[in-house]
């Protein structure tokens, strides 16, 4: 490749950075058709994540063609940027061990469908503890008493934790590094942001900094610099990111200052922090996310709001009738016009701390396109219902946008 053809593939490359860069901040009018995109435009990328009918659109026994193809439309028309819901995490990608246990063909449609609308792509996730086969963690070495036999789950794990024979800290240090150099490899260039680590932290008091996971437990605490430099050194120029979830907690967001720091005291490259906002009725305020957003800031790594979704039901309440009628009008604790109405308000919340802090957000990811196909569907928890059709949330969103004054702070 000529130099000429270098410097104008940088600079296209770059463009959707550039344009986040803050450098156009005139305030837009909000009409009807006002996307996301738009309305964020000079501030950050507005992404969501897709599953594999919008990827391949191919309909599957949850959503028809028409349904999928409205949310396609709704994905192209809304957003810049897309995540993997599913497909590019270890059980997918990786399912058997070995060099040929790869199934790589979700990922590449998702690769390739990001491509061709040029939407941002972000890859989800290189090492989690869940969603990762046992054949990972599975070896000849005896566990030790303390793992958990009784084949019951965990907190925070999906399935019961693998509990046979494990893998060496050396074996499986190098099925990390194989899968991360394959995987990265494979879409270098065009994944430009990479979620490393997902979930180490702990979620107790403030004794334990991180998750008591397997891979902890059978390489160590530095098995999180070791996954972000394998993936520095498949692709120097892709964004790391580090990502985890229920940052909105004091205690929890102060053990991602203590990891952060120390990572970047040892010059691990991370370039990100991500943060996930799977939200609720406590957490899904001004106040929260502001207060959130301000500790994860002082680390002065760009921020990313990853995952976003938000379940506005108060704690547990449903209807407080006994009718089955007005259960099924009931959402989330009221009516469903009452329902929204409290969605609007806390989305409107969440999106002014978002902007008080636009100089650190450089990216706001949305965990789904509309409300039926999110993984939290009963609780409603996006700006599109299950038609992708705007509900209240949405307007309330983009007038947050568009009555932000160009340059507050
Ligand atoms: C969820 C997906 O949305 C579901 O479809 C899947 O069954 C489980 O995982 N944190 C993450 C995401 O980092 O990968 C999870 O996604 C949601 C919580």
Redesign the pocket.
Known sequence: MNRLTTITLAVLLLAPLAAISGAAESPRSADESTTLKEAFQGHFLVGA?INRTHATGQSDSRRTAQQVEQEIALIKSQFNQITA??DM?WVNIHPREGVDGYEFAPADAFVAFGEKHGLQLVG??LV?H??TPDWVFAGTNPPPASANPSGKKEPGY?RPVYAGPRASRAELLERMREHIHTVVARYKGKVKVWDVV??ALDNGGPENLLRNSLWLQIIGPDYIAKAFQYAHEADPDAILRY?D?RLEDPVKVQKLVTLIKSLREQKVPIHAIGT?A?LNATTGTFEQIDRSLTEIAKLGLPIHIT?LDLKAAQGGRRSTGAEVAANAAATQGGLVADADERLTRAYEGVFRAIMKHRNSVKLVTF??ANDAVS?RRPGNPLLFDGNSQPKPAFKAVIRVATETPAKIN
């Open positions: 994540a819901e599913n995490k989800h996730t989690w869940n969603q999906m997902n979930e990502n979830y996930q799977h995952e965990w789904g993984w």
